[in-house]
Every structure is written in structure tokens, then in C-alpha cells.
């Protein structure tokens, strides 16, 4: 073997090595071995995230701060040691800008409540676009009825991408913050952000990234993004559920009220009044997943063995040969076409109704996800009521693809 070959084989992603790390891969459903790519909506786990939840509780659980105890330092210093360890993963400036969350949904719902709702007045503007989840939808049509700011929505084209000369449009004087995903969970975008960050800040608004796809799939580098604010969530992420990141800049997130209140955000309590505990502790009220948070710090630690990068890569490839493919079957329609996308398939599949066509694939050990995606807007955009997805992780071979298509194909021919 030549030194370049050599190279590239050492260098090679050896997903069939990958897969051994996850259990949950290794099982049968309506007997035939099982095909996951529902990723998006969660992926699963590596056994070195379940041994550390399952050391933790095992060994060091306790509650976190304050403790004299030796359990109580000892998980304090794991907890603490996962935020450090997010910090590194998005190369944020400092522990005191990870916050920890139950997941993006409440990262959002922290800016939009600490940030926005006490810090915006009625005729604000933020900028959203057209193919946002949910969750960095209603939690501004809520500040609209509230505090009367206004909504403005980057508009798409029929690729699934953002009209970024509309964008600029929308930027005024009046804008505030403009919340934006890095990757659409619908239809796989991956929208121009270090663009749109710029352009915002050209006119004084804030950016909140939604990172919720993007973080499992290709380096993320906040400072680098210079975005003001960066939410994610850990079980999109290898790690477990109920745990998730704000990361916001520190001068942004000192000025911010308390969005939560209770015990651990405090410094001092009397009845005359209180006073708040330093960044990050003032925006963690109450006893945190502990157990998630660690947990989470194991899932980076297993991320980063592999390599961000070499991740990114392998799902490209993967992400190619499932839309080549899938393009053979008759009738069927890839819904998010955009030149920069990863990780999604979603489609379309004449007269067939996604949720028959889901079930049909779970009875081949297909595990797909149909429905709107809480993504409602994007559907209406396309003129569907549901999609199929299928969404990528870096255990996905294209042995996975190649089941998926025989399965669409099969139920296409039981459909028709
Ligand atoms: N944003 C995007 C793009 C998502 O795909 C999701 C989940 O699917 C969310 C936000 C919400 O994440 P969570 O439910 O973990 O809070």
C-alpha cells in the first residue's frame, strides 16, 4: 500500500467500528435488524455516555454546590467539569457563558424571556425565517401578543433556502434580534449564518442560533460565528435527554434579568429583597440534571474521539448516495433541495400518506419519522401536510440507505 493510501486509511471514518459502540443498534424490530435514521428527532447513545450516567449514579450522585461532603464535591466537579467541556466543544470564552437547560426549547425560551420579553419594547423587531422549528417560532408570536414587538420572516425559495436579499431587507433600526437555525430539522438547510450574523450586527441587532441540528453534524466555533447566543440541546447529540445549552456572550447574559427563580441563582435572600448569584449559577434556579450534564460531557468526549470533522464528511457522503438513490424510486419527491445541506432527507411519495408509508417501514425495521416535524410553516410552504424524513447520524452506513430505498420501494409498490 502506497504512504498516500495508507494515509487515507488510517484517516478513514470505519462506521461498522462506530456502530459497535451503540447498543441500540444491535437489536431486531418486526424481525429484521434495525435501521435507525431518526436522528433528528434524537440519536442514540454510545455506551460510554450510558456508563457514565449509570457510574454516576453508581458512585458519586449527590446534589451539586455548596456541599461539604466528599459526594457533593466529587459530582460537583463532574458537573463542573461537563461545562468546561461543552465550553471547549463550541469554543465558547468561558464556563460562565454555558448555560445549562433542559434543552434548546428552554435555551430559547431564556432569551425570549430574559433578553426579549424585559428588554424589547412594543414596535421591536426580530427576525426569524421560514423554515424554523417551533420552538424559535411561538416563543415570539407569544412576545407579539405580549409586548407587541414584531415578527419578520426571511422568506425561502423552492430549494428549501433563504432568500438572503430579503434578509437584508428586513433589517432595520427597529431590529432587535434576529433568530435564525443553523440547520433546518425539515428539510436540511444549512443557512448562510456567518452572513447573516455579520449583517445583523452591521445595524446593532443580536443573533440567536438555533443549533439544535447543526451541533451533532460539523464543528461549531461561537466565537468564530460571533453569534451573540448559541442553543442546543444533548440528546440531538449522542447524551441524554433533558439536558441542553444556552451559550451567550458574557456581557450580553451579565446585563440580563434572572429568567427563573429560586434556590441556587441566588447570592443573598432576606425579606427586604435578594440579590443574584454570578453567571453562569444566575440563570441554573434549582437543583440541574446533574446526571444529563454529565452525561453530555461523556457524549463530547466520544464525539471529539471521532472527529467533528471526519463526522461531517462520512454523513456527506452517506447524505449523496441516499438522495442518488432515492431519486430512483417513481414518485417520489425530495422536498429541501438546497445546495448546502446535510443530514436530512425528507420526501414525498405520490398518493402515498406518510404515516402508512412509516409504518410500512418500521414493519421492514425501518425507523423514520412522518408528520410535520414542527416545522407546520415549511409544510405549508411545499403544499403537504406531512413528510417522511430520514435524518443521518455519523453511525448511518450507506448499508442503511440501501434498506431504507428497498423498503420505500417496497411499500411504494404496496401503496400503488
Ligand atoms: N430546533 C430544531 C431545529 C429542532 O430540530 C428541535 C428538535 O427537533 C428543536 C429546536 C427543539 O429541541 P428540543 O425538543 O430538544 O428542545
Not at 45 to 61: G, M, R, T, W
Not at 97 to 126: C, K, P, W, Y
Not at 127 to 156: D, F, M, T, Y
Not at 394 to 403: A, L
Request: with cysteine.
Amino acid at each position: 500500500m502506497s504512504v498516500v493510501a495508507l494515509e487515507q486509511n488510517i484517516n478513514a471514518f470505519d462506521v461498522e467500528r462506530v456502530r459497535e459502540d451503540f447498543p441500540a443498534l444491535h437489536q431486531d424490530v418486526s424481525g429484521h435488524s434495525l435501521v435507525y435514521l431518526d436522528n433528528g428527532a434524537s440519536t442514540q447513545k454510545p455506551q460510554s455516555v450510558i456508563d457514565a450516567v449509570q457510574n454516576f449514579y453508581a458512585h458519586d450522585y449527590s446534589n451539586v454546590h455548596r456541599g461539604i461532603h466528599t459526594l457533593s464535591q466529587r459530582a460537583t466537579d463532574h458537573f463542573e467539569a461537563a461545562r468546561s467541556k461543552v465550553r471547549q466543544f463550541i469554543n465558547a470564552g468561558s464556563d460562565a457563558e454555558i448555560i445549562f437547560t433542559s434543552g434548546t426549547t428552554a435555551a430559547i425560551n431564556l432569551v425570549a424571556h430574559s433578553f426579549a420579553r424585559m428588554g424589547l419594547q412594543a414596535g421591536d423587531e426580530i427576525i426569524i425565517s421560514a423554515i424554523e422549528h417551533h420552538s424559535n417560532i411561538v416563543p415570539w408570536q407569544l412576545l407579539e401578543q405580549e409586548i407587541g414587538i414584531k415578527l419578520r420572516i426571511i422568506p425561502i425559495n423552492q430549494q428549501g433556502e433563504l432568500l438572503f436579499d430579503e434578509y437584508l431587507k428586513l433589517l432595520n433600526d427597529r431590529t432587535r434580534l434576529v433568530a435564525v437555525t443553523q440547520l433546518s430539522n425539515a428539510l436540511g438547510t444549512i443557512t448562510p449564518l456567518k452572513e447573516i450574523i455579520t449583517a445583523a450586527h452591521d445595524i446593532g441587532a443580536k443573533v440567536l442560533v438555533d443549533g439544535a441540528q447543526a451541533v451533532a453534524h460539523a464543528t461549531v466555533d461561537v466565537q468564530e460565528l460571533d453569534c451573540d447566543f448559541y442553543a442546543f440541546s444533548g440528546h440531538k447529540l449522542f447524551s441524554p435527554t433533558g439536558i441542553g445549552i444556552l451559550y451567550g456572550k458574557h456581557e450580553l447574559l451579565d446585563a440580563m434579568p434572572p429568567y427563573q427563580s429560586g434556590g441556587e441563582m441566588i447570592k443573598e435572600v432576606s425579606f427586604s429583597g435578594s440579590t443574584f448569584n454570578e453567571l453562569p449559577h444566575k440563570f441554573e434556579a434549582g437543583t440541574p440534571n446533574i446526571a444529563g450534564a454529565i452525561g453530555l460531557g461523556a457524549g463530547i468526549d466520544y464525539i471529539q474521539s471521532l472527529g467533528l470533522e471526519a463526522i461531517r464528511q462520512h454523513e456527506q457522503d452517506v447524505l449523496d448516495y441516499a438522495t442518488e438513490q432515492m431519486l430512483f424510486i417513481d414518485g417520489l419527491r425530495i422536498i429541501g433541495t438546497a445546495a448546502q445541506k446535510a443530514s436530512i432527507l425528507s420526501f414525498e411519495l405520490n398518493g402515498a400518506h406518510a404515516s402508512d408509508l412509516g409504518t410500512l417501514l418500521d414493519h421492514q425495521g425501518v425507523a423514520v419519522r412522518v408528520g410535520h416535524h414542527c416545522a407546520m410553516p415549511v409544510m405549508e410552504f411545499f403544499g403537504v401536510s406531512a413528510t417522511t424524513r430520514a435524518s443521518l447520524a455519523m453511525y448511518n452506513s450507506k448499508t442503511d440507505i440501501d434498506r431504507l430505498v428497498a423498503a420505500v420501494q417496497r411499500a411504494a409498490d404496496m401503496l400503488n
